[in-house]
């Protein structure tokens, strides 16, 4: 192997990005904003977690670089991305990755005291749903004309309320349900929370029926 052969294997070898995560939990919405991005990741070894607090997903990149909270782990990628978008779009994708993990997740997501995902706020009306409904009803992605990182943080947690709440009614929100389902067909999403996912939050999307309960512990 000649030295630039070996240089070029070395930068590859250094540069891999290592995903630690697990399907059934919030992880697979990272590595579906590395798809839609374009970012190669591989899959860590669980057993060797770096997360500082125990959870998933984390990510580590270069040997040196360690992000935990799945939201920073987006903004990483949207980092990693950004040449590619005007300032105002990528100032955009930032303000709704952190919007959906401050002020979402509260409300997709209610917990006990102890962290215990025992509901969703969305079996009831909210002022903010009803203003995300407003925005979707006038474009039909939340950054740009076109889908980005800031739809794989917000329509993750919504699809991930349909994977642990079915059959709860979001009608009062039509084209938040539209939206999701734009995203959920993506065939990035499959490929991240797989093919049997995608299909039965897409029957919830398409009808009124009341679907299976998905595995899985949020
Ligand atoms: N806000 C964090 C939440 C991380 C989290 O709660 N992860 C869960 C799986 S979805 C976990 O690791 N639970 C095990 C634990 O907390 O020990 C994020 O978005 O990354």
Redesign the pocket.
């Known amino acids: 192997m000649n030295s630039f052969l070996l240089a070029t294997v070395f930068l590859q070898f250094a540069s891999a990005l290592t995903l630690y995560g697990h399907p059934g939990?919030?992880?697979p919405l990272c590595n579906w904003g590395a798809l839609e991005v374009g970012i190669d990741i591989k899959m860590g070894d669980l057993s060797k977690n770096p997360h500082p607090?125990?959870?998933?997903?984390c990510l580590t990149d270069d040997n040196d670089v360690l992000v935990?909270?799945?939201?920073a782990i987006l903004l990483y990628f949207l980092d990693k991305t950004k040449d590619k978008l005007s300032p105002s779009e990528a100032a955009a994708i930032q303000s709704y990755i952190v919007w959906a993990?401050a002020s979402l997740?509260g409300i997709c997501f209610l917990e006990t005291p102890d962290?215990k995902v025992y509901d969703t706020g969305l079996k009831k009306p909210n002022k903010n749903i009803d203003k995300l409904d407003k925005i979707l009803e006038k474009q039909p992605f939340l950054a740009s004309d076109q889908f980005t990182l800031a739809d794989v943080a917000v329509a993750s947690y919504l699809l991930y309320v349909l994977q642990f709440f079915p059959g709860v009614d979001i009608s009062r929100w039509p084209y938040v349900k539209a939206y999701m389902k734009d995203c959920c067909i993506r065939p990035a999403y499959a490929k991240a929370f797989g093919e049997k996912v995608q299909g039965l939050l897409l029957s919830q999307l398409e009808s009124e029926a009341t679907p299976k309960k998905l595995f899985g512990?949020?």
């Open positions: 939990t919030r992880s607090f125990g959870q998933i997903p935990f909270e799945s939201g993990n997740d962290g512990v949020f």
